[in-house]
C-alpha cells in the first residue's frame, strides 16, 4: 500500500503538531520544498531566509533520524515540487497553512488539510467570539481567553484582583546602572554554513555577521530557559522602554521559534506557569507576558482569518507615498531613534514591538506612506514575519489603514513619546520639544500635520477629541503644517 505524503510547509516544524502529530515512518513520507518564490520572490533580509532554511533543513535531517522518508525538494514553486512527487502516494495532507495564498495553491493541487493547532484558538471559535461582540477590543478577548484556559483565574476572577497589569509595565528604561542581561551567540553548524554559502550570491538585505539566531528545537529551549531564567521577572516595567544599552532589554525572543513551529504556545504557557508557580515572579510581569501570548499573539492571528483576504488592501486616509529611502540604509538619516532601529533590523531582523511600532510605523503613517509599502518592507526583513501576523499588526494595529475595525484610535507619537520612553534624544541632532525650528524632532513637527490633514476623518471619534482640541489651540498651526510638508518632502527625498 502507498504512503501518505506529508507535505510540511517552512513554520510547521513540530513533530506533535498538525499532520505530523499522526505520522509513522511505515506509513508516511514527508516532502518539504524549497521554491525559488520563496529564495528570490523578494528582497529578504539574510538573516530571515538564512533562519527559515537553516531551521527547515536541520528539521528534516530529523525527521530522517526518526526513520522516515524524507525529500527536501527545491523547485520553482511549492505546488510544481508537491505534484512532482505526488502520483507515488496515497494523498497528500498538510496542516492548514498560515496564508491566504498557500492555502489557494494548495487546495488547488488537492493536498487534504488537517486543523491547524500551532495556535490555542480555532478560527472557527474566534470568529464565534467576534461575532458576539459589539467591538474587537484585544482587552476583552483577553479576558475571555483567561476565562476560557484557566489561566490566572480562580472561580471566574483574575488572580491578584486585577486583570490588567498596564499601568504598571510603562517604565522609562533606567536612569542609573542597570544589568542588562547577555544575549545567547549559537554556534553555527555544517548545515548553517551550508545554507550561508547558498545565501552568498543572492540579493539580500542585511548582514549574518550576528549569531543569535539558533535554528534547532534545542536552541530555540534553551532561548526559553534564558528567558525564564534571566529576564521573565522584570519583563513587565520595560516592556514598552528602548534604549541603547540593550538591544532586546527583557524581551523573549521567542517570535521566530514560535513562528515556525519549534516552540507552541502551550507549552511556553506551561514552562511560564510553572515558573511563576516557584515564587519570586512579579504577577505584573507574569500577567504581561500571558498577555502576549494568549491575547495578543491568538488575536492577531484570529483576525487574520476573520477580517479576509481584501483587509490586506485596505488603505483608510488613502495615503500614497513611496516608502522612506531610510529604510533601506541606516546611516542614511540624521534621527538617531530611527537610524539605531533600522540598524537593528539590518543586523538581526528584529526589533522589539515599540520600535516596530512607535518609530518605524508611526514614521511612516506621519509620512502618509501607502500601508502595503510599509508591509511589504516589514515582511521582508523582519525575522519573525508571517503574513497572519504581519497583515493586522501593520493594517490595523500600525498604519489604522482599517480605519478602526481593529484599534479605536491609531498608534501616532510625537518626539516626546519616543524621548521619555528612550535614551535616544540626548545624542540626536533633533529637539524632541519643538517643532517649527530648524532643528526641530521630525516627529514632533509630523504628529500635528498628521492631526490636520487628517482632521476630517477624525471628526466623529471621539478617541480623538482630546488630540484634535490640543491641535486647534495650537498658535503656530500654519508654520507647523507649512514644516511639516518640508519635512515629508526632506525625508521622501532621504535628505532626513
Ligand atoms: C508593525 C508591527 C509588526 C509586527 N510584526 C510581527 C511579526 O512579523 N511577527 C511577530 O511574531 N510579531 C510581530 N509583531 C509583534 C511584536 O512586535 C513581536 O511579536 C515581538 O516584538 C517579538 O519579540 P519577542 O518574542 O521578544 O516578544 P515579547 O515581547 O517577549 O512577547 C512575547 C510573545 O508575544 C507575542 N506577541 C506579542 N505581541 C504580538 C503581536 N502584536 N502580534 C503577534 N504576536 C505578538 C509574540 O509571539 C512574542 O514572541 C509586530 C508588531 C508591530 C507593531
Ligand atoms: S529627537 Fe526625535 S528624531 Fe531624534 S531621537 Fe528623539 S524622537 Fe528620534
Known amino acids: 500500500m502507498a504512503k501518505t505524503l506529508v507535505y510540511v510547509a517552512h513554520d510547521n516544524l513540530n513533530r506533535n503538531k498538525g499532520a505530523l502529530a499522526g505520522a509513522r515512518p511505515e506509513t508516511h513520507a514527508i516532502v518539504f520544498v524549497e521554491s525559488q518564490r520563496m529564495l528570490k520572490g523578494a528582497r529578504w533580509n539574510r538573516q ?23 525529500m527536501y525538494l527545491k523547485s520553482n514553486d511549492t505546488s510544481s515540487g508537491i505534484q512532482s512527487i505526488s502520483k507515488d502516494y496515497d494523498e497528500v495532507i498538510s496542516v492548514e497553512p498560515s496564508s491566504y495564498r498557500l492555502t489557494k495553491s494548495l487546495a488547488d493541487i488537492g493536498v487534504r488539510f488537517v486543523p491547524n493547532d500551532f495556535f490555542l484558538t480555532p478560527r472557527a471559535l474566534f470568529a464565534q467570539w467576534s461575532k458576539s461582540q459589539k467591538s474587537l477590543k484585544m482587552e476583552n478577548f ?4 483567561r476565562q476560557r484556559l484557566g ?22 528604561p533606567p536612569k542609573t546602572d542597570y544589568q542588562w542581561p547577555n544575549y545567547t551567540n549559537h554556534e553555527r553548524d555544517l548545515i548553517d554554513h551550508e545554507v550561508i554559502a547558498e545565501l552568498k550570491n543572492l540579493n539580500l538585505t542585511g548582514s549574518i555577521e550576528e549569531t543569535i539566531w539558533g535554528t534547532t528545537r534545542k536552541t530555540a529551549l534553551a532561548q526559553l530557559n534564558k528567558f525564564l531564567r534571566e529576564s521573565f521577572a522584570e519583563f513587565g516595567p520595560y516592556e514598552d522602554a528602548m534604549t541603547v544599552k540593550s538591544w532586546a532589554l527583557h524581551h523573549s525572543l521567542l517570535s521566530p521559534y514560535l513562528n515556525i513551529g519549534l516552540l507552541t504556545p502551550d ?37 487574520y482569518w476573520y477580517f479576509g483576504e481584501d483587509y490586506r488592501d485596505s488603505n483608510f486616509f488613502n495615503s500614497n507615498n513611496p516608502l522612506l529611502p531610510l529604510f533601506e540604509n541606516s546611516k542614511s538619516t540624521k534621527m538617531k ?88 534624544c540626548g545624542d540626536c541632532v533633533y529637539n524632541p520639544k519643538t517643532r517649527i525650528e530648524g532643528d526641530s524632532c521630525p516627529f514632533t513637527t509630523l504628529y500635528w500635520h498628521y492631526l490636520y490633514r487628517n482632521r476630517d476623518l477624525f ?25 511639516g510638508d518640508q519635512v515629508i518632502k526632506g525625508l521622501l527625498a532621504g535628505e532626513i
Not at 530571515?48 to 524524507?70: C, D, Q, Y
Not at 483577553?142 to 481567553?145: K, S, T
Not at 471619534?461 to 507649512?482: A, P, V
Open 151 to 172: 489561566i490566572l483565574v480562580s472561580n471566574g476572577e483574575p488572580f491578584g484582583g486585577r486583570w490588567n497589569y498596564d499601568d504598571e509595565n510603562r517604565e522609562p
Open 48 to 70: 530571515r531566509l538564512f533562519f527559515l532554511l537553516s531551521a527547515a533543513r536541520h528539521f528534516a535531517e530529523e525527521l530522517k533520524a526518526e526513520g522516515f522518508e524524507v
Open 142 to 145: 483577553y479576558r475571555w481567553q
Open 267 to 303: 507549552e511556553i504557557l506551561k514552562f511560564v506557569l510553572k515558573k511563576f508557580e516557584e515564587g519570586n515572579i512579579p504577577l505584573s510581569s507574569c500577567e504581561g507576558f500571558i498577555r502576549q501570548i494568549i491575547g495578543w499573539r491568538e488575536y492577531i492571528n484570529g483576525l
Open 459 to 483: 471628526k466623529k471619534n471621539h478617541r480623538m477629541f482630546q488630540q484634535l482640541n490640543g491641535m486647534k489651540k495650537l498658535k503656530d498651526l500654519e508654520e507647523t503644517i507649512s514644516r
Open 337 to 424: 531613534c530611527v537610524s539605531d532601529t533600522i540598524s537593528g533590523v539590518e543586523r538581526r531582523g528584529w526589533v522589539h514591538h515599540i520600535p516596530r511600532l512607535m518609530i518605524l510605523s508611526n514614521l511612516a503613517a506621519l509620512c502618509d506612506v501607502a500601508p502595503t509599502e510599509l508591509l511589504i518592507w516589514m515582511r521582508n526583513n523582519f525575522i519573525d514575519a508571517t503574513d497572519w501576523v504581519m497583515v493586522p499588526n501593520v493594517i490595523g494595529m500600525s498604519m489604522h489603514a482599517d480605519g478602526g475595525r481593529m484599534s479605536t484610535k491609531p498608534y501616532i507619537a510625537g518626539g516626546s513619546y519616543i524621548s521619555r520612553m528612550s535614551d535616544y
